[in-house]
């Protein structure tokens, strides 16, 4: 009928039940029928990470369970004017994308959008703030912890090159190791658990392009192996103080 297919899954977290017509029938099918079928464009929307008081079910960040898949992508925004932007371009692509919205920022973001149609580029990371001496990257709602910390560490004479990754699939390679080239150290963080989080996949990749440059390991700086907890969240997601002691030990290794 010539329209787009755009769902919704609320919450991420209930996104499991889906997972098989996702990763096994929606990404290989422009694949399977040699291009000739493509989902109608599928777009899915689905609010991810936490929110304060969201326990276990409603606090997850599953996005690396679909960066394994090839024939998805999968796109984070970190606020308003990047999500309309974002998701226009999702909307427009012929591939399946899920588009993850931080739910943390739906009443806490705030920011001029314009009224007008536009798209913002997919697979092209942004250099949010630019720095000398420590890569840091992240994507959505982590962005803003991120940059507080940046600011911290600004005060003791650290200078922090921040990068949002925007589109996790297929992911920017070349802005980030730009970066990491010139500051030599980098730290990657996200709400999901750290194990097998995609923060791995950014650390291995840039270790094999950036070997001879890197001054210090990659630091991690994520959730916990761990399902997310209720009441002791604040311990659980990786805050601007366990970013700023990971700043200060990669840049004093």
Known sequence: MDNRAIAEIQFADYIFPAFDQIVNEAAKFRYRSGNQFNCGGLTIRTPYGAVGHGGHYHSQSPEAFFCHVPGIKVVVPRSPREAKG??????????????????????????????????LPLSEAEVIREGSDITLVGWGAQLSIMEQACFDAEKEGISCELIDLK????????????????????????????????????????????????EAPVARICGLDTPFPLVFEPFYVPTKNKIVDAIKATVNY
């Open 167 to 214: 589109t996790l699939i297929p992911w920017d390679k070349e802005t980030v190791e730009a970066s990491v080239r010139k500051t030599g150290k980098l730290l990657i963080s996200h709400e999901a658990p750290v194990t097998g989080g995609f923060g791995a996949e950014i650390s291995a990749s840039i270790v094999e392009r950036c070997f001879l440059r890197l």
């Open 86 to 119: 974002l998701l226009l371009s999702c909307i427009r692509d012929t591939n399946p994308v899920i588009f993850f919205e931080p739910k943390w920022l739906y009443r806490l973001a705030v920011e001029e959008v314009p009224e007008h149609d536009y798209m």
